[in-house]
């Protein structure tokens, strides 16, 4: 099973919008609503941010926002804010018990 | 608040075998999945496997990367709320952080990370 497919960067200023994709297949992210979306800061683990493609773990400012069609995936990241520069990595269910990621987007908040 | 705490050996010769212990406090160890992945320097996440805690009828099944499956296993000691993950065969493209997690498809709570450097 292939690796999702993720821009390796992405950037905005303070206040701007940026959305960044996780593209697969009709196999996993087109098949299945299992969709989540982590934050690393360098050095840190990753944190989870997004579930089942929409859903925003408790705690997670709603200006985090997921969503998907077809075979891509998408993480909105509204009114960004200078910590919100970090690493951010897609993952999907891809069917028998198999869990794959996205090569992970860094963004920057210039 | 659940915490997976880490450890196991950071530096490993080739053809050596990996063998991290992920011990969980603060929440229940039933009823859930808990997986390892792995991250190479600079690099994205590899889910590696996961065990099944989570029903009493798959509980203690597993599941690896088929990438990875003829070389790992990973088992949990209920006694102790810990689980383990052991590859075999290491080689250098196996240089890591190794990270013990809670869930399978949603990963909800990650250890801090063991980084385990392959090298002669």
């Known amino acids: 099973q292939s690796a999702l497919t993720q821009p390796p960067s992405a950037s905005g200023s303070p206040g701007q919008s940026v959305t960044i994709s996780c593209t697969g297949t009709?196999?996993?992210?087109?098949?299945?609503?299992?969709v989540s979306w982590y934050q690393q800061h360098p050095g840190k683990a990753p944190k989870l941010m997004i579930y089942?493609?929409?859903k925003r773990l408790s705690g997670v400012p709603d200006r985090f926002s997921g969503s998907k069609s077809g075979n891509t995936a998408s993480l909105t990241v509204s009114g960004l804010q200078a910590e919100d520069e970090a690493d951010y990595y897609c993952?999907?269910?891809?069917?028998?018990?198999?869990?794959?990621f996205g090569g992970g987007t860094k963004l920057t908040v210039l | 608040q659940v915490q997976l705490q880490q450890w196991g050996a950071g530096l490993l010769k080739p053809s050596e075998t990996l063998s991290l212990t992920c011990a969980v406090y603060?929440?229940?160890?039933?009823?859930?999945?808990w997986s390892w992945i792995r991250q190479p320097p600079g690099k994205g996440l590899e889910w590696i496997g996961e065990?099944?805690?989570?029903?009493?009828?798959?509980?203690?099944?597993?599941n690896y990367n088929p990438s990875l499956k003829s070389r790992v296993t990973i088992s949990v000691d209920t006694s102790k709320n810990q689980f383990s993950l052991k590859v075999n065969s290491m080689t250098a493209a196996d240089t890591a952080v190794y990270y013990c997690?809670?869930?399978?498809?949603?990963?909800?709570?990650w250890g801090h990370g063991t980084l385990v450097t392959v090298s002669s």
């Open positions: 997690a809670r869930g399978f498809r949603i990963i909800t709570d």
């Open positions: 603060g929440g229940s160890f039933s009823g859930y999945h």
């Open positions: 065990i099944n805690h989570g029903d009493i009828i798959h509980s203690g099944s597993t």
């Open positions: 009709s196999s996993d992210i087109g098949f299945y609503n299992s």
């Open positions: 089942e493609v929409n």
């Open positions: 993952s999907s269910y891809a069917g028998n018990n198999n869990l794959i």
